[in-house]
């Protein structure tokens, strides 16, 4: 919004020349990155008063770790505030015309709206169960298909994202022309559907600890600014992505905006979130941001390096599954528990030690992420 409103301006004066300045990404997603922190950073003590005021509080899962009955009561839906920090300073700061911006907002407000009602149904019966996950499904399916084909069915978009639309970049692989995987669009856009309910649900898989979660998505976030900002920017009328032949895609730069927001918002919860945590997320927060990320790797073509960014939220999906799977058809367990963080907290390892080193681990996937760009 104060792009389209104050860099018209910029002509109407000498002394606005200034706001030629918000023609430029990075100096937009600065701008976002500190105003997602202040709100977040501001608001938190005042939002976590209101919580406890309404006694909304954790409940903690009966089959959990023993240790985690001390976390009963922990003021929860801290991803409420999350959502505020992140969507009013992408809407400030983007080019709102953009609409791979809508797309995204769309997606993590609705699926932040799915997991408003799940928290609250928490909060309500007193129990850790919350929204029936088939119903939880249904409506993460809903949202993100009716986003999806939005870009699968519009003429009206980008031309390079009806070019590249319906095809796969390969890490490692070089993208170059119209050469490539190029899927029918019917089994693409049903892929791209599957995958973004799974980063959503793989990451609030993940948001079992103090900080767990937060911390990955902030470093996901920091690489995918990256990542869709060199899709799409052009300097000195030289474009970025075709000399490192990954998808060059314009409207794609302007996703560094929600990505720095998200960046922002992330660190100011993490302020309140770290161990001890004073408040927590929950579903609305984690099911938004996994939804969001998932959101902009398919509309920057990144869906397969997301896998690898992402790489804790994916392993902490996988032993959800194969605890799942292996308990079924054989009635043995793989792990102590799923998620599998709390396999390393009943194998001994104290809560921070957990914390910290999936950050180094999602710290070290990130940076084998970005390798891709040059390993081709």
């Not at 993460?140 to 970049?169: C, E, K, M």
């Not at 073509?301 to 292996?326: D, M, R, Y």
């Not at 792990?335 to 390393?344: D, E, G, K, Q, V």
């Amino acid at each position: 919004m104060l792009y389209l409103w104050l860099f018209p301006l910029r002509n109407e004066a000498e002394w606005l020349h200034f706001l030629n300045v918000l023609r430029y990404i990075p100096f937009r997603v600065i701008g976002a990155t500190l105003t997602a922190l202040l709100i977040a950073f501001v608001l938190s003590p005042w939002f976590i008063r209101k919580l406890q005021r309404r006694q909304i509080g954790q409940t903690i899962r009966a089959d959990g770790p023993q240790s985690h009955k001390s976390k009963a009561g922990t003021p929860t839906m801290g991803g409420a505030l999350i959502l505020l920090a992140l969507v009013i300073p992408t809407i400030l700061w983007a080019d709102v015309t953009n609409p791979f911006v809508w797309n995204v907002l769309v997606v993590t407000v609705g699926y932040g709206g799915i997991g408003f009602v799940d928290d609250m149904l928490k909060i309500r019966d007193r129990h850790s169960e919350g929204l029936l996950p088939r119903y939880k499904l249904i409506l993460q399916f809903a949202i993100a298909g009716s986003a999806l084909g939005y870009l699968f069915f519009q003429s009206n978009l980008p031309a390079d994202w009806l070019l590249h639309r319906t095809r796969v970049a390969l890490p490692f692989v070089a993208y170059v022309g119209t050469e490539g995987l190029t899927l029918p669009p019917a089994v693409y856009l049903g892929l791209a559907l599957v995958f973004v309910v799974f980063m959503s649900n793989a990451v609030n898989l993940t948001d079992g600890l103090d900080g767990l979660a937060i911390g990955p998505v902030i470093i996901n976030a920091g690489t995918f600014l990256i990542l869709t900002y060199i899709a799409g920017v052009t300097l000195f009328g030289f474009r970025i992505a075709e000399y490192l032949r990954i998808p060059p895609i314009a409207s794609a730069a302007e996703l560094a905006i929600p990505c720095g927001a998200m960046i922002g918002a992330g660190m100011g919860f993490l302020w309140y979130n770290t161990y001890p945590a004073q408040v927590f997320m929950g579903d609305v927060g984690s099911l938004a941001l996994g939804g969001a990320l998932g959101m902009i790797a398919v509309l920057s073509k990144n869906e397969i390096v997301a896998l690898l960014i992402g790489g804790i939220f994916v392993l902490e999906a996988a032993s959800v599954i194969t605890q799942v799977a292996s308990f079924k058809l054989t009635g043995k367990r793989i792990f102590r528990m799923a998620p599998l963080h709390h396999h390393y907290e009943l194998k001994g390892w104290a809560e921070p030690k957990v914390i910290v080193r999936f950050w180094i681990i999602s710290i070290m996937l990130a940076l084998m992420g970005l390798a891709t760009l040059k390993l081709r």
